[in-house]
């Protein structure tokens, strides 16, 4: 079963475009909500995290909305970048328990 | 740079063959995870350590073991190698058992030929 569902598998953006990834959780236990960043070639890298007590989170152009009741969270890159081209990751986890990772979402930045 | 250092980067071998890949969890990281991502696909995990015990196994083959040493790196050993084992193994560490940061290594490039 998948514990983590993302979406869009892939996603096309404007350049200056807004880019939104979406993911779904099963597991109410689950308190740590990181997006992670990875580059061909590359290791994911940890572009940013939230726990179930904020709704929301923002650093720089990333924001993490978190919605508890509907157990989803989103990923929203505003004034996307060709260098935002990327596989985009969402995981959950708690403690004592491993990462479950979404599928990802290729996204494409067009200039 | 995540500080988790992963050997070999590439690695090419015959099927059937058998190699180990290292990895060295950040300093101060008890736990460490392994990966393996495919061409195009997802991460899937492996397995899970956590001090030198073994906390969580994924979808890890029979062929497949792993362990974590006192001095807390960790090895993959990959057995009786098949051509659909070319993949991208990533590991990663954390300084707990879950529910905090972790931090992937560059990754090891295994092609089976």
């Known amino acids: 079963q998948q514990q983590v569902k993302q979406s869009p598998q892939s996603l096309i953006v404007q350049k200056g475009g807004i880019s939104i990834i979406n993911c779904a959780y099963e597991?109410?236990?689950?308190?740590?909500f990181p997006w992670y960043q990875q580059f061909p070639g590359k290791g994911p890298a940890l572009l940013i995290a939230?726990?179930?007590?904020?709704s929301e989170k923002k650093e720089g152009r990333f924001t993490i909305s978190f919605n508890k009741s509907a157990k989803q969270f989103s990923l929203h890159i505003m004034d996307s970048q060709p260098g935002d081209s990327a596989t985009y990751f969402c995981?959950?986890?708690?403690?004592?328990?491993?990462?479950?990772f979404g599928t990802g979402t290729s996204l494409t930045v067009i200039p | 740079d995540s500080g988790v250092t992963q050997t070999p980067k590439h690695l090419i071998t015959a099927t059937g063959q058998r190699v180990t890949l290292r990895c060295s969890p950040r300093?101060?990281?008890?736990?460490v995870y392994w990966y393996q991502q495919s061409l195009d696909q997802g991460l899937q995990f492996l397995i899970q350590?956590?001090?030198?015990?073994?906390?969580a196994k994924g979808n890890i083959l029979e062929r497949f073991s792993a362990q974590q040493f006192p001095d807390l790196h960790s090895e993959l050993n990959l057995s009786s190698l098949e051509l659909g084992d070319s993949a991208l193994y990533f590991c990663?560490?954390?300084?707990?058992?879950?529910?905090?940061?972790?931090?992937f290594g560059e990754g090891s490039w295994l092609t089976v030929v």
């Open positions: 597991n109410t236990a689950f308190d740590y």
């Open positions: 990663a560490s954390s300084v707990g058992e879950g529910g905090n940061t972790i931090y």
């Open positions: 939230i726990r179930p007590d904020v």
């Open positions: 300093s101060g990281d008890l736990s």
């Open positions: 995981a959950a986890s708690m403690v004592g328990n491993q990462f479950y």
């Open positions: 350590y956590y001090n030198g015990e073994e906390r």
